[in-house]
């Protein structure tokens, strides 16, 4: 974790603003402030803090539904959120934690046990980030991994039926991947495939999504996008590409198109096995060209 963590303190009292705010601050978290639930919900909506301390009395609406709220909304629902009020009766705690919440500190507090329970769900929900983005993340190159491109393509067929909007897949093949593991061994081939995917980050655009299907076998999604715009893409990959080798070996790749239309009923692995079985056939012409 090298970016300071931002805890939103929700709280019309301004001593206990002031108490948990030294606390925070003298322990590097960043803060920011919401007097009333109306501003902690637009301050949340624009940017998310990592943790959110909240008073149980607010004075626009009860915590309870504002807690609610806030873990219904998919931006939010994740962030920790704990309570501190001087209600300690077992029913209010129960509907507490039944809307959501991680913990709840009763006043008055010591300021050293509460930080300590903070300090707690913070390393707790930093752990499951990074248990998360392990299991969506290929561990050589970085990048998103086969599960999270299935998914990807759920969510993108979804929005292509709602935004009736086309998209297009991508699926690239890098050649003699085999030749160079059998020849030189896993670590040039390791280089080969890193090289190649260095280039590819600098041709997609922000809106395209990049994925590491197989050892050699890589899945772009281009949004918004149609089989006769997306050539380009190849065309930049080919030229970023050029003149780089591994041990003497060109890096080249064959490439299949597939596009999703809005009244299409494709399922994502049917879009990338008609990208894949496109790919094959170049690959095969290749092949036929170079024996001559």
Avoid: W
Wanted: include cysteine; charged fraction near 25%; glycine fraction near 4%.
């Amino acid at each position: 974790m090298n970016k300071k963590l931002v805890i939103l303190i929700v709280d019309q009292n301004p001593e206990q603003i002031q108490e948990l705010s030294k606390l925070f601050l003298d322990h590097s978290y960043d803060l920011t402030l919401a007097k009333n639930g109306e501003q902690a919900l637009e301050i949340i909506h624009s940017n998310p803090p990592d943790l959110i301390v909240m008073e149980r009395v607010l004075p626009d609406m009860d915590s309870i539904i504002l807690c609610r709220q806030i873990k219904q909304q998919e931006l939010s629902k994740e962030i920790p959120i704990l309570f501190v009020s001087a209600i300690s009766n077992i029913q209010d705690k129960l509907q507490a934690f039944k809307a959501g919440c991680v913990d709840y500190v009763t006043k008055p507090f010591i300021p050293l046990e509460l930080l300590a329970r903070i300090n707690v769900h913070i390393e707790i929900l930093y752990g499951l980030k990074l248990l998360e983005n392990r299991a969506v993340t290929d561990e050589l190159t970085g990048l998103f991994n086969r599960r999270f491109a299935y998914e990807t393509l759920a969510k993108n067929i979804e929005i292509s039926k709602r935004n009736q909007q086309s998209f297009v897949v991508c699926y690239i093949d890098i050649d003699n991947l085999k030749i160079i593991n059998d020849t030189y061994g896993h670590a040039e081939g390791d280089v080969l495939i890193k090289t190649a995917v260095e280039s590819f980050k600098k041709v997609v655009r922000l809106s395209d999504y990049l994925f590491r299907i197989g050892g050699d076998e890589f899945l772009f999604v281009l949004p918004k996008a149609k089989i006769e715009n997306s050539h380009q893409l190849v065309k930049r990959l080919r030229q970023e590409l050029n003149h780089k080798k591994i041990q003497g070996i060109p890096i080249d790749f064959s490439y299949g198109f597939s596009e999703y239309h809005p009244n299409d009923n494709l399922t994502p692995e049917e879009l990338v096995k008609i990208a894949d079985f496109r790919m094959y056939q170049i690959k095969i012409r290749k092949k036929a060209a170079k024996n001559g």
